[in-house]
């Protein structure tokens, strides 16, 4: 006997099919139930079946509180299967009103703040239904949406709210789904309301006409937005782009000339805390020069006081620094990809997501005109069959008294419906009265009168879309910016320069000395120290540079692996201890050393050479770099190391090798390159290039002793060649150290 197989029929599938099929419906999943909000109502399906079961609990704006754990519950059990902190997080957001521009759901408790501490627990909170929400709500009843089974088939949901509200762009959404995300900002309704009423009036209008009315986000927390003109109304009519948002700040005048600034509003979606806690690191790492300190102040409005550094710092200078390196500027992202009505993820721009709007509250107007003209048919029917029954009343009375089916009789007797003869049987004799005959009369005329009013707004759009006009001018009056939940919170300001402030302008300028041992330890003593004898140094290290130069300088470092990197004056350890070994600051490999310290000036170039003889001209201001990896400027071959970076100060190069041979030739003879390898300086035979110079042929060359000794030789003109010769023995005199300084 062959036992059945309990798994069923068994398909052979390739994994790779197999997996891609399931792959594909996990992200349809994902897309159209989790991450993509719906473009008529605006809403994910998870904030939907919030509002949804909070109105069904009856916690509308008039009603008490009840605690969110009971909602929470509802929501799980009867809408949403999954688990209780997802739902509740996302019931939190809709009550936090630095999250959501107009918030849906009303809350009393701790709901988290804009430091980004967490909100308490569900057992511990309460909310109900805000204005805002049951504008999203209303109509849910008359027919005007789809519903759908639930997930246990025991109930239904709506599968879109009637949504009397631009949702969408009002409160903005953000999601992450399997291929594709969206990322809306928060509009000001009133402004959209404006757009609304120009696109029923003008159905035509560009995205260009529209911006002019929606001109931008309408953030929570304030903010000054200033992206270019051109640049939102870019964004707007290809539905992506982005938007930069600077906090809002101003200066208060001190004692003594000095001021600090007072940080007001900060950025959407930037906690307070993390802001102040970055700004505070970015002051601990010498990061900030122009900042002194920063503090909280805040207590119901938000108060950042910032100090800076000297009071001849412009205010402006301070906060574009600020700007530049801190959370105190962020760009939010415009990705306007939604569901449409056929549930098909797209991206839209702003005439066509106020468009799909409008389709929607056009198709619940109608039905939503359809739905109340049967329940008025319904009624007249009704009331139709109480008349008859008030002409005939005795004769009601005794077919009921004496008849064993009343119902029937009375359909036979006077051609009533089941629906009359229904009614009838069910009327409570105290309708009997003669006054109750008036209200019906009056009551069947009032419904006519409605029924022919429906008529006629069924069979002419125009006054559907007058209708609907009314209802947008209404929520303009109820949320627009005459109110205070609808002003306008986010302000617009002039682009920011693209010209980079220099960074000596916010740094108080100060004579420092940079002092480089031998094993790569760095400090940078106060003033300038001519008299290094002094200087202390690690047992078993040295001095080998030391540098004159000021706060404001970069200091350039070569290093022997053919890098330059950029530091400034101001950021090195100071003078107290040691110093600190450079390899911590920059990306300098081991077995490598610095090569030479020299001061950036612009329009400064120097001579780069290898331990092989070759090298070119490098400008300084190729070689300037901004990360701790540096810049890499000479390619090396094997066995060679960078040896040499000296200013270019004359017409002549002079080089000595390891061999004691010296050369000298024109500078022109050498390349100006940014990053190479380079030409050959000086031949040699089993030996290498010791040191090189660049100077004037008829001042005399210049050589500093190991002593301290400096002398001029002149006459050279038995060692003026070609670049790449060999050279001669120097004069008499020339340093044994075979180097020039």
């Not at 004691?660 to 030739?665: D, E, G």
Request: glycine share 8%.
């Amino acid at each position: 006997m062959v036992k059945p197989n309990p798994a069923g029929e068994i398909k052979i599938t390739p994994f790779a099919d197999a997996l891609g099929e399931r792959y594909l419906s996990y992200a349809l999943s994902t897309i159209m139930a989790r991450s993509l909000p719906d473009v008529r109502d605006g809403l994910k399906p998870v904030h939907r079946r919030l509002l949804f079961a909070m109105r069904l609990m009856r916690l509308d704006p008039e009603t008490g509180f009840k605690k969110c754990a009971r909602v929470v519950g509802e929501v799980i059990g009867k809408y949403h299967p999954h688990g209780d902190v997802a739902v509740y997080d996302a019931m939190v957001r809709l009550a936090q009103d630095f999250a959501q521009r107009y918030p849906l759901v009303e809350g009393q408790g701790n709901f988290g703040n804009i430091d980004g501490d967490n909100p308490a627990a569900m057992r511990y909170t309460e909310a109900r239904l805000t204005t805002v929400a049951q504008a999203l709500l209303d109509g849910l009843d008359e027919d005007t949406v789809d519903f759908r089974a639930t997930y246990d088939g025991e109930g239904d949901e709506p599968l879109v709210l009637p949504a009397n509200f631009p949702n969408l762009l009002a409160n903005g959404a953000t999601g992450i789904a399997v291929g594709m995300a969206t990322s809306i900002p928060p509009h000001n309704a009133g402004e959209l309301c404006d757009a609304l009423l120009h696109l029923i009036k003008f159905p035509n209008a560009t995205v260009a006409k529209l911006v002019e009315m929606v001109p931008g986000p309408d953030f929570p927390t304030g903010g000054i937005i200033v992206e270019p003109r051109e640049q939102i109304r870019e964004a707007y009519a290809t539905g992506r782009g982005g938007f930069r948002v600077r906090a809002r700040y101003e200066v208060e005048k001190l004692k003594g000339g000095t001021y600090q600034i007072v940080v007001t509003e900060i950025p959407y979606q930037v906690p307070k805390s993390r802001l102040v806690e970055k700004i505070a690191e970015l002051l601990s790492a010498k990061k900030l020069p122009v900042l002194a300190d920063i503090r909280d102040e805040s207590a119901a409005d938000m108060r950042l006081i910032l100090e800076p550094k000297s009071r001849n710092i412009e205010p402006e200078l301070l906060m574009e620094t600020l700007f530049r390196q801190t959370d105190l500027e962020t760009r939010f992202p415009l990705n306007l990809n939604v569901l449409d009505k056929d549930h098909t993820p797209r991206v839209m721009n702003l005439r066509d997501t106020l468009k799909a709007f409008l389709e929607h509250r056009h198709e619940v107007l109608v039905r939503g005109t359809k739905h109340r003209l049967g329940e008025i048919e319904r009624r007249l029917e009704i009331l139709a069959g109480y008349l008859i029954a008030y002409l005939n009343i005795d004769a009601v009375i005794r077919i009921i008294r004496n008849e064993d089916d009343p119902k029937t009789k009375m359909m036979k007797k006077w051609g009533l419906t089941d629906l009359q003869a229904e009614s009838i049987l069910n009327m409570r004799l105290r309708a009997l009265r003669k006054l109750e005959e008036i209200e019906i009369k009056r009551e069947h005329d009032a419904l006519s009168d409605e029924k022919k009013t429906l008529g006629r707004l069924l069979k002419d759009e125009g006054k559907r879309w007058e209708t609907i006009s009314d209802q947008i001018k209404n929520i303009r009056t109820r949320f627009g910016q005459k109110t205070a939940l609808g002003k306008r919170r986010s302000g617009f300001g002039e682009p920011p320069s693209a010209e980079i402030v220099p960074l000596e302008v916010m740094i108080e300028r100060e004579p420092v000395t940079v002092v480089c041992s031998e094993k790569g330890w760095i400090r940078a003593l106060k003033g300038h120290v001519t008299d290094l004898s002094e200087v202390r140094y690690k047992e078993g290290d040295q001095g080998k540079f030391a540098l004159l130069c000021q706060t404001t300088d970069k200091v350039l470092i070569f290093a022997s692996n053919g890098r330059i990197y950029t530091m400034g004056a101001d950021k090195l350890p100071g003078g107290r201890g040691h110093g600190e070994p450079l390899r911590l600051m920059v990306d300098m490999e081991d077995g490598h050393e610095v090569v030479a310290l020299h001061i950036h000036e612009p329009g400064r170039k120097y001579l780069v050479a290898s331990s092989d003889g070759r090298g070119f001209v490098v400008a300084g201001d190729e070689v300037l770099a901004q990360t701790r990896a540096g810049r890499q400027v000479m390619n090396l071959g094997d066995g060679a190391r960078a040896a040499v970076c000296t200013p270019v100060g004359g017409e002549s190069i002079a080089v000595i090798g390891e061999n004691r041979k010296l050369l000298i030739f024109k500078l022109d003879e050498v390349p100006e390159m940014a990053r190479g390898r380079g030409v050959i300086l000086q031949s040699y035979n089993r030996s290498g290039l010791s040191d090189a110079v660049v100077f004037k042929l008829a001042d005399g060359l210049v050589c500093h002793t190991p002593e301290g000794r400096t002398r001029t030789f002149e006459g050279l003109k038995d060692w003026v060649g070609k670049r790449a010769q060999a050279g001669r023995l120097p004069p008499t005199g020339f340093p044994r150290s075979n180097r020039f300084s």
